[in-house]
């Protein structure tokens, strides 16, 4: 037994991975195999251990829950509301991220599997208010980053981006403002070829700092 | 005493409120009655009580150590390193704020103050990181939301608000860039008047939607 003082909360880190596949955005998710929420599905996460850091915490329980490693995680919120977890007073740390779906190999037996963000099944605790509010983060996070940049080709044209634009943010973009928003964040140029289909030539773009492919600012 | 079966962490919240004040940018901190670091100015803050949600507890102690109270806050990171606080393993939820100094009347006395940003003493614990990282998110937010529209009177000139932007990005801002990056905002429009000074007259601007001061983006 551990003894306090003072009444301590217990704290868990919980994270939320976004992929891109078959034109939906994607969420990954387990299936609960203990109470409470038994066999509900959930945001992968655990408690802290004492010595580690959040990050680490995160990592080392999705890692155990999911089988995915090495991903970079940025913190995204801390949910702390009194009774969201009906055992004892839980302060979840969350993060989010956004992976090529190449990139991971989460187990897929066993409880786990990607979920469409708009059809996954009621989550377990308050982790749809958490999956919610990361998928307007990430959604958010386009107009200032590039990281939508990592699931285009070298080469690609303006609807191949806007495409992906669209998936994430989840609405229709005007194609007019959608390149001018887009060409002033000044991360493309044109490469000098064009491809050729049914319609018109189209512009190929390609990245100007290709290393620069960023989740963060 | 409480005890639990598995270790749990203490956690508190802190208050980054930052104000301008003599064209300077100043963050409200507390001196420390009792160790750890004793005697040392601290952001203020406090252990968090089991039934109370995280905001209202970042509320409660920033009102307790400060006397102000009725502030907007925002979430800003949680700071979770091991060895942060000496005594055991302490989780900080970090709220910030921006607030016109007329709005608030902190305590004076007894230990509680505004001191500018680049020349307060070192802070205890690892606030001086947490108010740097407020201070560099408060710089970026700038740029997507109307808050610097909180300092200006109802009409003002580009000049005005651009001393603002200067006083929180803390560096020099090109005037044509600025211009053009804060009109390409759409938040103000021309007011038809013109302020005289000692050099030519000024176009005066207003908020297109003078409700819309918003600190959330």
Do not use: C
């Not at 007019?176 to 991360?187: C, G, P, Q, S, T």
């Amino acid at each position: 037994m551990f003894s306090y003082r003072h009444p301590h909360p217990a704290v868990t880190t919980n994270v939320v991975i976004f992929t891109i596949v078959s034109d939906s955005l994607k969420v990954l998710l387990v299936r609960r195999a203990r109470p409470p929420f038994e066999g509900s599905w959930a945001l992968p996460g655990g408690f802290i251990d004492l010595a580690e850091d959040l990050e680490d915490s995160a990592m080392r329980t999705l890692e155990r829950e999911t089988g995915v490693r090495g991903v970079y995680l940025e913190q995204l919120y801390t949910f702390g509301q009194p009774g969201r977890d009906p055992r004892e007073r839980v302060i979840a740390v969350a993060y989010y991220t956004l992976v090529p779906f190449e990139r991971v190999k989460p187990r897929t037996h066993d409880g786990v599997g990607w979920f469409a963000l708009d059809e996954h099944p009621k989550l377990a605790f308050d982790h749809d208010e958490i999956a919610a509010i990361a998928a307007r983060r990430l959604a958010a996070k386009l107009d200032y980053s590039t990281i939508a940049f990592g699931f285009m080709p070298e080469e690609f044209t303006l609807s191949d981006l806007q495409h992906v634009y669209e998936i994430i943010q989840r609405e229709e973009i005007d194609k007019r403002n959608f390149r001018k928003r887009v060409l002033a964040l000044n991360h493309i140029e044109a490469s000098g070829e064009r491809r050729n289909g049914s319609h018109r030539p189209a512009t190929l773009y390609r990245l100007k700092n290709p290393g620069q492919i960023t989740f963060i600012k």
